[in-house]
């Protein structure tokens, strides 16, 4: 049986030594030559689990394995997008909360709001899973902008069209001009 002071002093040296890492790799990541030798290094350890079959695809899985796998990339993905909620709440209460930084910042949430932050503002709830919540706000954004974006491009094909037809004209007008004046 382990010791509680052994047990301590062994999770306080694990904390050390993960703080120890993290420090490292900022300072790796900040000098790019350092980051990408850094990157290559951590592929060719991980093509090297891949060839003794230490690092499976889902495909190469067993039917439990891929059971496995699936049930903790839900649980993953459960986890960072209730952490990003949580993150969106904060930063709406936080703005909510704030004054407006100037004069002009209060006149311009006025006068000109964004239709998409309308959206973003109120959230369409689903009573099943938070995720889901998430999902429909970002998905009628996405619609929004999609729409937007779809009439922006049929509109600057328009231009483009009526720039083409202007130029034809004008090289069709600067001939007949020339042929004219030769008579």
Request: hydrophobic share 25%; net charge positive.
């Amino acid at each position: 049986m382990v010791k509680p002071k052994k047990k301590a002093k062994a999770q306080e040296k694990l904390a050390k030594d993960r703080l120890r890492k993290k420090e490292k790799y900022a300072e790796i990541k900040k000098d790019h030559e350092k980051y990408r030798l850094e990157k290559e290094k951590e592929r060719k350890n991980y093509l090297f689990k891949k060839e003794k079959k230490k690092v499976l695809s889902i495909a190469e899985m067993i039917d439990k394995q891929k059971r496995e796998q699936r049930r903790r990339l839900r649980k993953n993905s459960r986890k960072y997008l209730n952490k990003l909620q949580e993150q969106m709440k904060i930063e709406r209460v936080l703005l909510e909360n704030s004054p407006p930084t100037s004069e002009n910042e209060e006149i311009a949430n006025i006068a000109d709001p964004d239709p998409l932050m309308e959206i973003e503002k109120t959230p369409k709830t689903v009573n099943s899973k938070a995720t889901q919540s998430i999902q429909v706000n970002s998905s009628a954004t996405r619609k929004l902008r999609y729409r937007s974006m779809k009439v922006i491009s049929n509109l600057k094909k328009e231009i483009n069209k009526l720039k083409r037809d202007k130029d034809m004209l004008r090289k069709k007008n600067k001939k007949e001009r020339e042929m004219q004046s030769k008579k």
